[in-house]
């Protein structure tokens, strides 16, 4: 199981500093899951010095695919490494809708981080107007393919994937615990098609939208929800909360 706050545009260097801390402090004790958190490039180096040895991981909110070269504004995979990133969220909706990133890109991206050892933790889900047309499955399916486009089992083995419905992200309109766990095992059908049934249950699938305390633990009991990723409510001690409701249903 994984616990991932992806902490968007928010969090100035000391800002940050000061609410891992915080973090490390009240999650000392939390072994039964990974927890990652996900800073602004700004912050990362700093954060990444604090959680260095600890039991909270650094994840970056993007990456480009190549190492180095005349990309302008954009971070390489041998960049994130060396500062002890280990996971990256790749396609997330945001970077999808704002920067037009598409499935090719996404895949690029995906094999650029396998291939320097981090973990991707790769984002699918449907707008409301594809829900509202029955094209949910469809929209996933797309993305699953595309996204995991030549990857081999083993590789495919060790990416996350998170279903985020962008109608659910930052809208307070969580999906509900069944409309959830019917997409997660669709896509686990989908991955035991694509691969076989090993690896469709190795691969760790997250759900993300407007995650709260309150709303938590009905989605992370579902056979196939094998965690979160939290965007608003990773900002504050909500995340401390969210943390506590995984470890009561782990152990
Ligand atoms: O990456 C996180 C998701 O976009 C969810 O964001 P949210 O929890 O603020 O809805």
């Known amino acids: 199981m994984i616990l991932a706050g992806n902490w968007k545009m ?20 939390v072994k039964e899951f990974e927890t990652v958190v996900c800073p602004p490039f700004t912050a990362l180096s700093e954060v990444g010095e604090i959680l260095s040895g600890r039991n909270i991981k650094l994840g970056a909110q993007n990456v480009f695919y190549e190492d180095q070269g005349a990309f302008t504004g954009e971070v390489s995979p041998v960049m994130l490494k060396e500062i ?5 969220i790749v396609g997330h909706s945001e970077r999808r809708r704002i920067f037009k990133e598409d499935d090719e890109l996404i895949n690029r991206k995906i094999r650029a981080v396998l291939e320097k050892g981090m973990t991707p933790i790769f984002c699918v889900g449907e707008t409301l107007e594809e ?58 059908r989908l991955l035991s098609e694509m691969y076989d049934d090993e690896t469709a249950e ?12 309150d709303n ?6 579902q056979k196939d929800i094998d965690g979160g990723l939290v965007g608003g409510a990773s900002l504050k001690e909500s995340f401390v909360e969210l943390a506590r409701i995984m470890k009561g249903v782990i152990s």
């Open 131 to 188: 829900r509202e047309k029955g094209l949910t499955f469809c929209v996933v399916e797309k993305q699953v393919r595309e996204g995991l486009y030549g990857l081999s089992r083993e590789e495919a083995q060790k990416v996350v994937i998170a279903y985020e419905p962008v109608w659910a992200i930052g809208t307070g309109k969580v999906a509900t615990p069944q409309q959830a766990q019917e997409v997660h095992a669709f896509i686990r």
């Open 10 to 29: 928010h969090k100035t260097i000391s800002e940050a500093k000061k609410f891992v801390s915080l973090l490390l402090n009240e999650l000392h004790d």
């Open 216 to 221: 938590f633990l009905g989605l992370i009991v």
């Open 84 to 88: 002890g990133v280990e996971y990256v």
């Open 202 to 213: 190795t691969i760790r699938i997250l759900y993300g939208g407007s995650i709260k305390p």
